[in-house]
């Protein structure tokens, strides 16, 4: 393990120096992207498939033609797309924004994850942290967003605000502040400081403190026309961490400032619609990340581009949940709704309205596809727990939204994923453990014994050899509970293990699709296992319509090849890409490449023979959902759940070997294509002919292991 690893972090920690000339902040007098590009436009759906759930209904993207069209007729739609794991909001939209992978970007396991602290005890924390946020000031205080060495990783933003780009974050994961938290560790601590007057005023009031702070900010480049410059209300954007410095840049946190900043003076930012962006309680600014929907998100965008924000990241919530807003807790009521059900319907034709409303402004504004690259994607796919919609007069589906306690008699259009607290449905003696509650449970076992513990085996056996009924699998009929499982070793092939060794779980049990696993309290719905109706798009897991996502690229340099089924890609490609096209880099080599089959050229961004071929032979080795992960996941599955240990022993020997040469190689062949791209230095022919012999034997051996096993 260790010569070949720590040869490998040696090159990767490499790649996170200073590389090529810095941009002093006082020399850039304006936007520095490369022409004619003048705008970025980067927006990330949660939950939204290209894919129909139900064969009778239309898909979400089929339901919001102005988008869909806007991405065939102007660019190419890559719908083999895939995203990363744990396949969770947080993962997918960092690993965009990043480039990275989860064993470099932090985000391993999401939108939460367990922690073995530094007390001994298994503690829990969210993932949507602003930046610079550690895990846990008093039991971990390594940074949340935690890449090699224990530093902080690199932030998406600087490239752009170096070139003297100002960037707007719109509810976007963790470039804004993501919380009122007024502890140590808190965002409002963190960012504004304690006793002031916005840290004070979220322990006074937090609801008004979200409105007023959390999920919109603008991050500054130096020029004289920055939102910043002059603006009393800047803090100082720190990155202590960043590679080659990051000094004198000011950011504006929250609406209370950013508003104004692009609202012409005025308190209120307008959506699409023409309506004040508020909160359910009618206060102007965030209105809750389940409130960003299209026409929020978009009419923030807009302001953003059309006052003098030329870069935008946006998020917009899920269509599959029926939004509620509720002005008691000043936040929305999310239930879920079916395939084809009313309330999903109703909020598909509105996104579809604020797209053509977006698309019909911007073009107003003179930012278009001539001058703009807009990039469009999805954090995840998501699995439909539920039966079959019933037909209703106005075309619409209904289902059972009512707790289902006897899963052999619910009804056939219930709707909710399958609740199952796992301990009591484990034998006598069973350690103690708890759970990152998910689809694809990670588990912690108190005291965090090694991976060959005898009861940690044991365990591992109990759960996989484990079913449970599944309604919505032959009326109940019992299923097994496990798709695969992996451990630590397995878990770092698909960058499960970061720089901080007290996230790395026990193990991980991808499970089946229809069930959402616990640890701890019984559920609510009447027994264990039941049904609960509140739920029902499960993600986290290996399954193909989960990993599979969708990805759009429109703008100078991108060829309208409409939608490309063919072409594999994840959404550690776009960073590369966005940078490539813009004429920027990062400090660092990203675990992506260049999405060369974009390419309005044969000869743009590297788009020759070699590079191609390399990033095919890359992605087979070294992507979550490609041919090396799959195959030693299978091999893993039947060690770990094989009761003879010497089996398990020399499978988990194997993998660990199989895992050195392959981090080898992928890390080879990543640094050249990088190099190729932005350092304009090919790689020579003789070291391709090496890696490309080299990857494929890996590859050989991992699908020789995976049936041997």
């Given at each position: 393990m260790k010569r070949t690893l720590v040869a490998t972090a040696?090159?990767?920690?490499?790649?996170?120096?200073?590389?090529?000339?810095?941009?002093?902040?006082?020399?850039?007098?304006?936007?520095?992207?490369?022409?004619p590009i003048k705008h970025v436009i980067y927006l990330q759906f949660d939950n939204t498939h290209y894919r129909r759930d139900r064969p009778n209904v239309p898909s979400d993207l089929e339901q919001m033609p102005h988008l869909l069209d806007f991405m065939?007729?102007?660019?190419?739609?890559f719908t083999n797309d895939h995203t990363v794991l744990i396949s969770h909001t947080a993962n997918g939209i960092l690993s965009s924004l990043t480039g990275l992978y989860p064993d470099r970007n932090g985000m391993t396991v999401g939108n939460s994850y367990g922690f073995f602290g530094n007390d001994g005890a298994t503690h829990f924390s969210s993932s949507f942290k602003y930046w610079t946020d550690p895990v846990d000031a008093t039991f971990d205080p390594k940074p949340n967003m935690v890449t090699l060495g224990g530093k902080n990783t690199p932030a998406p933003w600087v490239p752009f605000t170096r070139a003297g780009c100002d960037v707007g974050g719109v509810g976007t994961a963790n470039i804004e502040l993501e919380n009122t938290a007024t502890n140590a560790s808190g965002d409002m601590t963190k960012v504004f400081g304690t006793g002031s007057p916005e840290w004070n005023e979220a322990v006074a009031n937090p609801q008004l403190a979200q409105t007023d702070f959390v999920g919109i900010a603008i991050h500054c480049g130096n020029a004289s026309s920055s939102k910043c410059a002059g603006n009393a209300t800047a803090k100082d954007d720190l990155l202590p961490d960043e590679p080659g410095g990051y000094s004198g840049f000011k950011a504006l946190f929250g609406t209370k400032y950013v508003d104004p900043a692009i609202a012409g003076g005025k308190p209120c930012v307008n959506s699409t619609a023409g309506k004040p962006i508020a909160d359910p309680l009618g206060n102007c600014g965030f209105p809750g990340f389940d409130g960003m929907f299209a026409e929020n998100t978009l009419g923030y965008v807009a302001a953003m581009q059309e006052n003098g924000v030329p870069v935008t990241y946006g998020y917009l919530s899920d269509i599959h949940d029926c939004h509620v807003p509720n002005t008691t807790s000043d936040a929305f009521v999310s239930t879920a709704q079916g395939p084809g059900e009313s309330c999903a319907k109703q909020q598909l034709a509105a996104y579809d309205a604020a797209f053509d409303h977006f698309f019909t402004d911007l073009k107003a504004h003179g930012i278009d596809r001539s001058n703009t690259l807009f990039v469009i994607t999805v954090d995840?796919?998501?699995?439909?727990?539920?039966?079959?919609?019933?037909?209703?007069?106005?075309?619409?589906?209904?289902?059972?939204?009512t707790s289902c306690s006897t899963l052999t008699a619910c009804p056939g259009n219930q709707i909710g994923e399958v609740n199952a607290n796992l301990p009591p449905l484990l034998p006598a003696g069973t350690p103690s453990f708890t759970v990152h509650s998910d689809d694809a449970p990670t588990v912690y076992v108190a005291g965090n014994p090694p991976r060959t513990d005898a009861a940690v085996r044991k365990l591992e056996r109990d759960l996989g050899g484990m079913t449970l009924p599944d309604p919505y699998v032959g009326g109940g009929a019992p299923s097994p509970i496990t798709v695969a499982l992996a451990d630590s070793v397995q878990m770092q092939i698909l960058h499960m293990v970061n720089a901080d060794p007290a996230r790395t779980p026990t193990f991980t049990l991808f499970g089946n699709p229809d069930i959402f696993f616990t640890a701890g309290s019984n559920p609510t719905c009447g027994g264990n296992p039941c049904v609960a109706p509140g739920f029902a798009w499960n993600h986290g897991d290996v399954q193909e319509e989960i990993g599979n996502t969708w990805a759009g690229v429109v703008g100078p340099g991108i060829a309208a090849h409409g939608v490309d089924a063919k072409t594999w890609t994840d959404h550690t490609n776009l960073r590369p890409t966005i940078m490539a096209l813009t004429g920027l880099k990062d400090d660092y080599v990203t675990d992506g490449r260049v999405l060369y089959e974009a390419s309005s050229s044969r000869t743009a961004l590297g788009a020759n023979a070699t590079n191609k071929a390399l990033a095919v032979l890359y992605e087979k080795l070294n992507a979550p959902f490609q041919q090396f992960a799959n195959d030693t996941l299978a091999a893993s599955t039947k060690a770990l759940q094989s009761a003879d240990e010497a089996r398990y022993t020399s499978t988990e020997t194997a993998l660990t070997g199989l895992a050195k040469?392959?981090?080898y190689v992928a890390g080879k062949i990543k640094t050249a294509l990088w190099r190729a791209t932005f350092l304009n230095k090919p790689p020579k022919a003789s070291l391709v002919r090496n890696w490309v012999t080299a990857g494929n034997k890996v590859l050989a051996e991992a699908a020789a292991l995976r049936k041997g096993a």
């Open positions: 040696i090159v990767a920690a490499a790649s996170f120096a200073a590389v090529g000339a810095r941009i002093s902040p006082a020399a850039t007098a304006t936007c520095g992207l490369k022409a065939k007729s102007n660019g190419t739609l995840e796919g998501d699995h439909f727990a539920g039966g079959t919609g019933t037909p209703q007069p106005d075309g619409t589906l209904a289902y059972a939204h040469r392959r981090d």
